[in-house]
């Protein structure tokens, strides 16, 4: 059965690096929320923070979409967005999940840390405003079938022993 790792917490945990360096050190294809909406924002250009909202919503509709047919087709993958729920991964094909949940303390890691995506734009810098945690909201790990792997992201990781503790469990 396929594993899906699903990478989620709060904004600035390192969730999109720590998913980077996992999906290099488990092989496993990386469907990042950032990554399909930063593509239909060059596809489909930048007008305001609501075409950004709704760019975001569609980025996770493409997101749910691509991982249900990795794992229709039996590939094992990684998933990495601020998730806000649990309801859309009951709809995907039958899985193993595994969720790992990253919180920083304080700064995030250097040893997580990577440059800036030469890809990324401006226009999505300029939008993050939409990805911030609602005042009072607190991030939780998500309510999913599967063992829930908690790191604290403002000390030095060693991604093998995350890799090994994911493919353990």
Known sequence: MPV???VTGPPGASKSTLARVLANELRLPLVSK????????ESLGWSDRDWS???GAAAYDLLFLVAGELLRSGVSAIVEANFANSVPFDRLPSHRVVQ????AGGRPAR???EPPAASRSRRR???RGDRATPAGRRVAAL?????L???DTSRPLDARAVAAAILGT
């Open 4 to 6: 899906l790792v699903v």
């Open 34 to 41: 950032d990554d399909v909406k930063e593509t239909l924002f």
């Open 53 to 55: 909202r709704r760019l």
């Open 100 to 103: 790992v949940f990253p919180r």
């Open 111 to 113: 040893a997580l840390r």
């Open 125 to 127: 810098r300029d939008a």
């Open 143 to 147: 309510d999913l079938p599967g063992p």
């Open 149 to 151: 792997l908690e790191l």
